[in-house]
């Protein structure tokens, strides 16, 4: 069997051998629309739950808009320019509008990156600027949420007379679906937030999973730190397989977001009777599979459809290698995963920890095999599971560990499929 796999810009083709049950699960998604930027015109003029753009943003002076850093395909150059000449239409100087790349804890976007991530024209006529969270001075104290989390916010978007985000709506790993609430916190958090988010308390809550909404702990504490950093307005969208668009929600932050979901959740989900053995995935190629620490969203979408003992195959670029320095270290230092699931149970919070600890989770119940081709070598002793130097060999070093006739699912897309089984 021939199976086409997002790999990195190019993509990646493997030959599957014969005696196994093979299933591939595409990334199902709506058809994209004929006429996107009439569609984006018509979400800013009648949003959901909310007032039209222009009339929310008359007598307001300035206004800050945090958008996806480049580990994101959203399409902002496309989205951003519409939304834009309302609000100075509506009287708010380019001087006083700020666009924010909501990095969270990734690293900064490089210049040239900035210009993909806006457009040449919309970075040099505006203010754009990166996040950084390890500077809490650049963020204002909002308080404690219910359950105790700090919130501190960046100062440029906390205040800012109008505050809005542009995101997409995809699958994610621990908040159920991405976009709304995600581009405040953790994306313009300060990481004395972004911890205590991803620490233990809701990284090993089973419901902090892909799909999970409703019952979402992380979910809900996202929309409580959104409300206390008065998030005005969002316009997030649905993308197809080709990342062209395919919905766009604007309006009231929450009401918009979860008409969103809801179209998302439609259109992705694919369903099986029962879990399979295994499973050989992607992380949906770039920007996607930059770094291993990204790829690991590929691990663990694929494991809510492989059943306890079954065996996970990524492949994934990982083009720019490990992650940031902490994630680096964190790796190279501890080559055992049920070790590092302990020593982190009660621990302070470190960085990119939580990344990690979504894998031990996985590995505890699978064993996972890798292709990774641009992590270099110092890592892949620490990988909690083999790794192969091509992508023949670890596909043949998944077949050989699989008895005859066992079932095996194909997931091109990766983390793009929202996938269940009965019996998981």
Same mark, same amino acid.
């Given at each position: ?6 790999? +990195?810009? *190019? ?26 930027? &009439? ?6 003029? &009648? ?10 943003? #008359? ?16 399409? /902002? #150059? ?5 939304? $834009?000449?309302?609000?100075?239409? @509506? ?23 900035? #210009?993909?991530?806006? =457009? ?9 600027? /990166?996040? /950084? ?11 404690? *949420? ?25 699958? %994610? ?15 313009? &958090?300060?990481? !004395? ?26 979910? %809900? ?7 206390? @950093? ?9 993308? @197809? ?5 395919? +919905? ?17 959740? #439609?259109?992705? $989900? !694919? ?12 992380? @949906? +190629? ?26 996970? $195959? ?6 720019? +290698? ?10 190279? =230092? ?39 081709? =641009? ?14 130097? *091509?992508?023949? &060999? ?23 499929? $929202? ?6």
């Amino acid at each position: 069997m021939r199976v086409d796999l997002a790999f +990195g810009k *190019t993509g990646l083709t493997a030959i599957l051998p014969d005696g196994f049950r093979y299933r591939t699960l595409e990334a199902r998604s709506a058809t994209p629309l004929l006429d996107p930027d &009439a569609a984006i015109q018509a979400a800013l003029d &009648a949003p959901i739950g909310a007032p039209p753009l222009l009339e929310l943003a #008359r007598g307001k002076s300035s206004a800050a808009i945090s958008v996806c850093d480049i580990t994101r395909p959203a399409p /902002n #150059r496309q989205v951003l320019p519409p939304l $834009l000449e309302r609000l100075e239409r @509506a009287g708010i100087p380019r001087e006083r509008i700020t666009i924010l790349i909501a990095t969270g804890l990734h690293r900064a976007a490089t210049e040239a990156e900035i #210009r993909e991530i806006v =457009g040449d024209s919309i970075a040099s006529a505006y203010t754009v600027g /990166n996040h /950084n969270a390890r500077a809490l001075w650049e963020h204002r104290y909002l308080g404690v *949420t219910a359950s105790g989390t700090p919130v501190y916010i960046d100062e440029r978007f906390a205040g800012a007379d109008l505050r809005l985000t542009l995101g997409f709506i995809e699958p %994610h790993l621990m908040l159920g679906f991405s976009g709304g609430r995600k581009l405040i916190a953790p994306g313009l &958090a300060a990481q !004395e937030t972004i911890k205590v988010l991803h620490s233990p308390k809701f990284m090993r809550d089973p419901r902090a999973a892909e799909g999970s909404i409703d019952d979402n702990p992380l979910h %809900h504490e996202l929309l409580e730190i959104a409300g206390m @950093a008065r998030h005005d307005f969002l316009v997030d969208v649905a993308l @197809a397989r080709d990342r062209r668009i395919a +919905g766009v929600f604007a309006g009231h932050p929450r009401e918009a977001h979860r008409r969103g979901v809801q179209f998302v959740s #439609r259109v992705m $989900l !694919e369903t099986l009777e029962e879990p399979v053995d295994a499973a050989i995935t992607s992380s @949906a +190629g770039y920007p996607l599979d930059l770094t291993f620490y990204q790829a690991i969203k590929g691990i663990t979408a694929a494991s809510q459809i492989v059943k306890p003992g079954g065996k996970i $195959l990524l492949v994934a670029a990982c083009q720019e +290698g490990c992650g940031a320095p902490e994630f680096q270290r964190m790796v190279a =230092g501890n080559p055992s995963g049920p070790a590092f699931m302990d020593k982190i149970a009660a621990a302070p919070v470190v960085v990119d920890q939580w990344q990690l600890e979504k894998l031990g989770l996985v590995t505890a119940k699978v064993e996972v095999l890798y292709y990774v081709p =641009g992590l270099p070598a110092e890592y892949h002793a620490s990988l909690w599971g083999r790794s192969f130097p *091509t992508a023949s &060999a670890a596909v043949s070093g998944l077949a050989e560990s699989l008895p005859p006739g066992a079932s095996v699912a194909v997931i091109p897309d990766g983390p793009y499929v $929202l996938a269940r089984a009965g019996g998981v």
